[in-house]
């Protein structure tokens, strides 16, 4: 029996609308050409993108890549293809290239929710959080809101997302996976018993507690890319962004590009990330890329659409603290022992990662947090950590932070110093 224990989020069908764009078959592209020329160019891109899609689906990312480029340097001003360019590197996991390839195809075509989406993910993947937000704020009119507020949430704004996601959770006729997203989005602002709430609705207990667990490791991501890469199913790789010569503003011959090289080979099939440890479906056959980001799966396959319970919105909505009931700040001793919280592709992850910590334990909020690079596991790091206290008083908030689904593990002062994002004159009281 097949088990699939996957995030219930919404970009994974967003990407592609639960479908390949398929460019609406060999005509697109085809302007009225004047030449015979011209009319052979066409046809032979529209074939190289019918080749691309069958690679995506057969899981071979990098004959897909190789075919859409090509397709893109016969035909650079088709949209289209340039979405399925975007596709290709996704499923290679080369998100610096799927960056650019969304870009020029939404400069091609603004009106593509869609795309936009796509864009604001790969944004995401490559640690630019602002520029994310700016895409998915600049296209709110054209991206679904259960997509939109999701993906604000993986951005770096939860606060945002459940303003787009609470009232479209509220609507007559909204889908589980609105309200999955929801909870993810809860999950993601740090509000644990809003998000096991909201999440009990489409789920059986068993299945709210597997759907927990991995979204607590899922908001602890060591890399900017993790989130994403496990929501896609793919590995990341190091990536110098597309060819030059196929920029939607390149001045270049299409023959130049019509022998490019593809790209390195990788194993077909779902990878995470080192550092992801989210669960995806297992099976006998490995399915296609195209599967993968379109699969939404929230326990026995039936739809139930109803309204959201109000009791859940009220237990949802409840982010401020009641008056007089705001929990008195925990008192430590000071020591030579630090909570180590993570490891950090770089300071601005380590310091997104802070910001999440402090949502899911307010108790952070009164420690100034510190950091350290070191190299390790193939890779430099940037370590996160709180410090300055007694042993006793270092497990217990380790204790606390895990009770909240939070990773932790206590250790002696390796002259960890104060973050670097830390103003010195406004610094909090860490000890």
């Known amino acids: 029996m097949k088990t699939r224990i996957m995030l219930t989020i919404g970009a994974s069908a967003l990407l592609f609308g639960g479908t390949m764009v398929s460019c609406a078959g060999h005509d697109v592209g085809v302007a009225s050409a004047s030449t015979r020329d011209a009319d052979a160019g066409a046809r032979q891109a529209a074939k190289l993108i019918d080749k691309a899609n069958r690679a995506l689906a057969r899981n071979h990312a990098d004959d897909a890549v190789d075919y859409a480029e090509k397709a893109v340097a016969l035909a650079p001003r088709e949209a289209g293809y340039r979405v399925v360019l975007g596709q290709s590197y996704l499923a290679d996991g080369r998100f610096t290239s799927a960056r650019q390839a969304f870009t020029d195809a939404l400069a091609l075509d603004s009106n593509n929710g869609k795309v936009a989406l796509s864009l604001a993910l790969a944004q995401t993947a490559e640690g630019d959080w602002a520029a994310a937000r700016a895409t998915l704020d600049d296209h709110a009119g054209v991206i ?3 997509d939109r507020g999701l993906a604000l949430a993986l951005a770096g704004d939860p606060k945002a997302a459940l303003q787009v996601l609470v009232p479209a959770a509220r609507e007559r006729g909204a889908t589980a996976k609105t309200r999955q997203n929801l909870a993810l989005a809860f999950a993601l602002a740090g509000n644990w018993q809003a998000a ?14 597997k759907r927990i667990e991995q979204w607590a490791a899922f908001a602890t991501p060591r890399s900017a890319s993790d989130q994403v890469a496990a929501l896609l199913g793919v590995k990341p790789r ?47 056959a490995t399915p296609s890329f195209a599967s ?8 026995p396959r039936k739809e139930v659409v109803q309204p959201i319970p109000t009791q859940a919105v009220r237990v949802a909505s409840a982010a401020k603290p009641v008056a007089g009931k705001a929990a008195a700040p925990l008192a430590l001793a000071s020591g030579n022992w630090v909570v180590q919280l993570g490891a950090y592709e770089n300071a601005a992850v380590a310091r997104d990662g802070w910001n999440r910590i402090r949502r899911v334990l307010p108790a952070f909020r009164d ?8 190299s390790g596991n193939g890779g430099d790091f940037y370590r996160l950590s709180v410090g300055g206290f007694a042993r006793s008083d270092a ?30 004159g406004k610094q909090l009281a860490a000890r």
């Open 196 to 209: 096991r709430s909201i999440a009990m609705v489409d789920l059986p207990p068993a299945e709210v507690d």
């Open 238 to 284: 190091d990536d110098q962004g597309q060819p030059v010569a196929l920029a939607l503003n390149a001045e270049v011959a299409p023959v130049a590009l019509a022998a490019a090289e593809p790209a390195e080979p990788v194993a077909p099939g779902p990878a995470l990330a080192p550092a992801a440890t989210v669960a995806v479906a297992t099976s006998a």
């Open 292 to 299: 993968r980001v379109a699969s939404v799966v929230f326990g």
């Open 367 to 374: 420690q100034t947090p510190q950091g350290m690079h070191f």
């Open 144 to 146: 679904p809101a259960t």
């Open 395 to 424: 497990d217990r908030l380790c204790r606390r932070y895990k009770a909240k689904g939070g990773h932790c593990f206590v250790r002696q002062d390796a002259g960890d110093q104060v973050a670097k994002w830390i103003d010195p």
